[in-house]
């Protein structure tokens, strides 16, 4: 049988090594899957008064969603810190911040990481905070008084009548999100190509000393 001396001279039989090797590799392929599925837990607390919320947040609006794009698979299981959904908004009135009349804010992949489920063709009164995703935008998620403005009356009485958005404008158009593989997932498929290439090595390496 062919063998594989080590450096203090011991000899281990070559496809026990290569076992080895691919089930260190299929470990860590199983161990990264976990990672990237693993939701970050979200903790909020109770949001404060519309006020006071918003002297907080950097951003606060009324808009329908007439858009809404993933970085990620939302029928999947696993994201990334670096996922995120791309929201459009039109806007009717705005009471804080750079806010255009077309906008696009982010909210981090729901399921734990704190992001919020916006909804096409619905109307909301968003309080956002500057976006750390660096797309000079806004990202908004639960822990605010964001809700759908049907259900947001006591907000609007606090608020006041607020401004109209400057017409004609547009905010700074998404990322093609849906084009790209993710890092993460570029890393996935390299492991799992190491995988089966070192498992092919050990299968025939095997075949080769069985006919021996």
């Given at each position: 049988m062919p063998?594989?001396?080590?450096r203090h001279g011991y000899k281990q039989p070559l496809?026990?090594?290569?076992?080895?090797?691919s089930f260190a590799l299929l470990?860590?392929?199983?161990?990264?899957?976990?990672?990237?599925g693993q939701a970050l837990a979200c903790s909020c607390v109770e949001p404060d008064s519309p006020t006071e919320e918003l002297a907080k947040f950097d951003a606060v609006f009324v808009g329908t969603v007439f858009s809404v794009q993933h970085s990620y698979d939302p029928e999947g299981t696993s994201v990334t810190p670096d996922d995120r959904t791309t929201i459009g908004f039109e806007v009717s009135t705005v009471w804080k911040g750079t806010v255009h009349e077309?906008?696009?804010?982010t909210t981090p992949p729901t399921g734990g990481s704190c992001g919020y489920t916006f909804?096409?063709?619905e109307e909301y009164i968003v309080y956002a905070y500057e976006s750390h995703y660096g797309d000079d935008s806004y990202t908004a998620s639960i822990c605010s008084r964001t809700a759908l403005l049907s259900a947001a009356q006591a907000d609007l009485d606090?608020?006041?009548e607020g401004q109209a958005p400057q017409a004609g404008t547009k905010g700074p158009a998404p990322e093609d999100t849906q084009s790209s593989l993710n890092a993460g997932w570029v890393f996935a498929l390299v492991l799992a190509a190491a995988i089966l290439i070192v498992g092919a090595g050990g299968f025939v390496a095997y075949a080769r000393t069985g006919r021996g």
């Open positions: 063998t594989l001396a080590t496809r026990s090594t290569l076992g080895v090797a470990l860590g392929f199983l161990w990264f899957l976990a990672a990237a077309t906008m696009y804010i909804v096409a063709g606090a608020l006041g």
